[in-house]
């Protein structure tokens, strides 16, 4: 019988602990069972596999970074915002290595899938990070894959420790985020410039209707 207790949520759960050790690449179900105090084989009782059970971790992963997201841009905007969802990412990505691999290592299948889900809600933080600026919508979709390989890119190299010392690593995190905030408020000027032309040729097209 399976152990009292033991369920799929706690089988990701302890397969999240054991890539934070020893890597997501080094993950196995005996280190996972080892973590528990079972065999191996009891639980495929709860996860299909290795593969099933990666894409749990990732799952978990991407979900406590939404969390994290939420939590630290309640009431920020622009820069404010852009700084929260950037220390929160790399803090997260520095406490949980593992589980942060996991999320790049993993693709969702569909909408459906429980990993696009659990994205979306990451997306919708980095959308409000965004929003802030008041950019043009096409702008927005550059913007929002420009941000994801910022976090992403930074969080995956800085570990392989090929970024220097710690001082001069914090330096360039601190210079791309005022570089994309920079960039972004550039952005923000072109958008209120041009709904500004709009408004004024609106009220000369009105102004001149009026006087015929």
């Known amino acids: 019988m399976p152990r009292a207790g033991l369920g799929a949520a706690t089988v990701t759960r302890a397969a999240a602990e054991v890539v934070d050790d020893v890597g997501y690449a080094n993950l196995t179900m005996g280190l996972v069972a080892d973590r528990l105090g079972v065999r191996a084989p009891s639980l495929y009782k709860h996860v299909a596999g290795q593969a099933d059970l990666s894409r749990r971790v990732a ?35 520095r406490d949980f290595p593992g589980r942060f691999a996991a999320t790049l290592h993993n693709t969702a299948t569909g909408p459906e899938d429980p990993l696009h889900l659990a994205w ?39 570990p392989a420790g090929d970024m220097h010392t710690e001082d001069e690593i914090e330096a360039s995190f601190r210079w791309l985020i005022a570089f994309i905030d920079r960039g972004l408020r ?22 001149s209707g009026s006087k015929r």
């Open 59 to 93: 799952v978990l992963a991407v979900t406590e970074i939404g969390d994290a997201l939420r939590d630290a841009m309640q009431g920020r905007s622009e820069r404010q915002a852009l700084e929260a969802a950037a220390h929160a990412t790399r803090r997260y990505a």
């Open 120 to 158: 979306l809600r990451v997306i919708e933080s980095h959308l409000a990070v965004l929003s802030g600026y008041g950019i043009h919508e096409e702008d927005t979709r550059h913007a929002l894959q420009m941000l994801r390989s910022f976090l992403d890119g930074f969080c995956l190299i800085e």
């Open 186 to 207: 550039e952005l923000s000027d072109v958008a209120r410039g041009a709904q500004s032309r709009t408004a004024v040729a609106s009220t000369s097209t009105s102004t």
